[in-house]
């Protein structure tokens, strides 16, 4: 518990800034107007692939022992891999609005 409290006290501005991200994007996010969530999502997509590389690459630095960073790896790969097939999905039903019909 000793140790997670001294991480908290060190890395404080860190916790700050990260905070004010999360605020700062979510307000963002929600003024986006409809016509734009199309190429939004291709740009996350996109994103999200170098997030699931980057921690493949944690994950494949990290001590075999550091069960920490194997499993926030492991979350990042996974949830980075939800978010980039979601998005595919939704950029693939908003494009079929735009096709002729048969």
């Given at each position: 518990m000793t140790e997670i409290a001294n991480f908290?006290?060190?890395n404080l501005q860190l916790i700050y800034v990260v905070i004010?991200?999360?605020?700062?994007?979510v307000e963002i996010?929600?003024?986006?107007p409809a016509v734009l969530h199309t190429p939004l999502m291709s740009g996350a997509n996109a994103i999200h692939?170098?997030?699931?590389?980057g921690a493949i690459l944690v994950m494949l630095g990290a001590d075999s022992d550091n069960i920490l960073a194997q499993s926030l790896?492991?979350?990042a790969v996974f949830l980075g891999t939800l978010n980039v097939v979601g998005g595919f999905v939704v950029?693939?039903?908003?494009?079929?609005m735009f096709k002729k019909k048969k």
């Open positions: 908290i006290s060190q004010l991200m999360i605020f700062v994007g996010i929600g003024h986006v692939g170098v997030i699931i590389i790896g492991f979350v950029t693939d039903r908003m494009l079929e």
